[in-house]
């Protein structure tokens, strides 16, 4: 403490978390809690996780916003894609989903999210069945349900976020896009054997 003092190191805080797993207003399907918390898998795309969560930035003295849509694979951890947009809608996850799947045509993995209107939406079921995956989803108010993809939000905004004020559109999205890159490729994580989540990806693919 006292050389953190000396320096003007500060430590970043984790906030509470507000944005628990609720149920859309006129859900169209409900899929059960498949997944139950096993967030070990044996390969990569066996499993995935995916939510949205919410960034700001500042004009003067304007609050404008910006969503993160991302699927993170319980295997390596990495983040499989991600899309940026300034509306949480249907499209931002469509378009998720659609990366997720063009890079990586051949997985069928089990597919969880929250109960939010867009994964409960039909049509994105439909896009789920046509990609040969089984779908997931967390149980109302059990944040845990969904917890490696609640956690990577925390360790985005931990590390990058919280205690930073932006200034314009460019800057934060710009700030998402690189970190991303970083988690992915430079983070090494200790539960992966101190490997990179695209280590452990390319170890994997090596080896079989």
């Known amino acids: ?79 499989v894609s991600y899309v940026i947009n300034d509306s949480n809608n249907n499209a931002l996850v469509f378009e998720t989903f659609d990366a997720a799947v063009r890079d990586n045509p051949d997985a069928h993995p089990l597919f969880h999210s929250d109960r939010g209107f867009q994964y409960t939406n039909r049509v994105f079921h439909a896009k789920l069945e046509l990609a040969g995956m089984k779908q997931s989803m967390s149980r109302v108010a059990k944040c845990i349900d969904n917890g490696p993809m609640e956690g990577f939000w925390g360790i985005l905004k931990r590390e990058r976020y919280y205690g930073k004020r932006f200034t314009s559109r460019k800057e934060l999205v710009k700030m998402i896009a690189d970190y991303i890159e970083y988690y992915n490729t430079k983070r090494l994580q200790r539960n992966l054997g101190v490997l990179t989540p695209m280590e452990k990806h390319e170890i994997y693919l090596q080896a079989v």
Not at 12 to 35: D, F, V
Not at 47 to 65: A, G, N, Q, R, S
């Open 1 to 79: 403490m006292r050389i953190c003092r000396k320096y003007g190191i500060k430590s970043t805080i984790k906030y509470s978390n507000s944005g628990c797993t609720r149920q859309a207003k006129n859900p169209q399907y409900i899929a059960e809690n498949i997944l139950n918390r096993e967030f070990t898998a044996e390969r990569p795309n066996e499993k995935w996780l995916t939510d949205v969560t919410e960034f700001h930035y500042y004009i003067e003295l304007e609050k404008h916003k910006v969503y993160l849509s991302a699927i993170l694979d319980l295997y390596d951890r990495r983040i």
